[in-house]
Nanobody, 112 residues
Framework: VQLVESGGGLVQRGGSLTLSCAASGDRIDDYAIGWFRQAPGKEREGVSCITVGSNRSSYKDSVKGRFTISRDNDERMVYLQLDRLKPEDTAVYYC??????WGRGTQVTVSS
């Protein structure tokens, strides 16, 4: 399976972005999908995850109430809505499928 992220960019504090993750080569129906991020000089960290049936999602504490994960299995897409962005959200965001499949990431930069 290949995962390709898009939707990153430069936004001001308080702004919004919608990240997309397109999967090819295999369906995503039977797998949990997550978003990770890595800021400059910091370790990679989990941001959010959504279960197979989309009935459960989880978030890193610092993004709860601001980020929303969703999936469209038919379209093989996973989304991460980023609202009320903060400069500390600046990072490369990665889409990950269970089984160890990672995309190459999309840069999110939040200016103050």
């Amino acid at each position: 399976v290949q995962l390709v992220e898009s939707g990153g960019g430069l936004v001001q504090r308080g702004g919004s972005l919608t990240l997309s993750c397109a999967a090819s080569g295999d369906r995503i129906d039977d797998y949990a999908i997550g978003w990770f991020r890595q800021a400059p000089g910091k370790e990679r960290e989990g941001v959010s995850c959504i279960t197979v049936g989309s009935n459960r999602s989880s978030y890193k504490d610092s993004v709860k109430g601001r980020f929303t994960i969703s999936r469209d299995n038919d379209e093989r897409m996973v989304y991460l809505q980023l609202d009320r962005l903060k400069p500390e959200d600046t990072a490369v965001y990665y889409c990950v499928r269970s089984g160890g499949f990672w995309g190459r990431g999309t840069q999110v930069t939040v200016s103050s």
